[in-house]
């Protein structure tokens, strides 16, 4: 099979990394498809099985492990696993497009090991931890325990920016949507 590209935004929750992701999904030239992680958390929001996760239970979740079926996971909150299907990156190269991935910082760089010449690391900045909190308050989507969760997680997060290919500050978004643009556009044109 032809090899794609891999493009792997990573960025501690709230950072904005999934508006970034989805805002170059959209833009067709550059060939990407969103690999669709396996979750074992319930579906938030307007979320949908298969289109945004892969929603499994932890048995299921466990049993892909046993078999060796991730390129990479996470139990990135407590009893929150999340993984990367090897099956996902086969299905989007058989379409002969990149892999556009939207996972934590340590699945991120998993991947990047496993595959450093295929892959464009891009670690997404938010402009501080206590706009970080403010973020995640207003999506209201989790309780407060949760965010603290996050919150909590963000600070060893961003300590692994020097470790990827390029940062991204996501301090204004507009400016941060074109950086992205740009970046993968000369990515997967090389
Ligand atoms: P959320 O619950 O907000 O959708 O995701 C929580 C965190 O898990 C986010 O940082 C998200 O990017 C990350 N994540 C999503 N899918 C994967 C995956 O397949 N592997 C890893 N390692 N992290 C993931």
Redesign the pocket.
Known sequence: MKKGKLIVFSAP?GSGKTTIVKHLLAQKELNLDFSI?A?S?DARGEEINGKDYYFISLEEFKQHIKAEDFL???E?YRDNF???LKSEIDRIWALGKNVIF???V??GLRIKSKYPDETLAVFVKPPSIDELKIRLKKRSTESDDKINMRIAKASVELATAPQFDVVIKNYDLAVALEEATALVKNFVSQ
């Open positions: 929750s992680s979750a958390r990479e996971w996470e990135v999340y993984g990367t939207d996972i934590d340590a699945g």
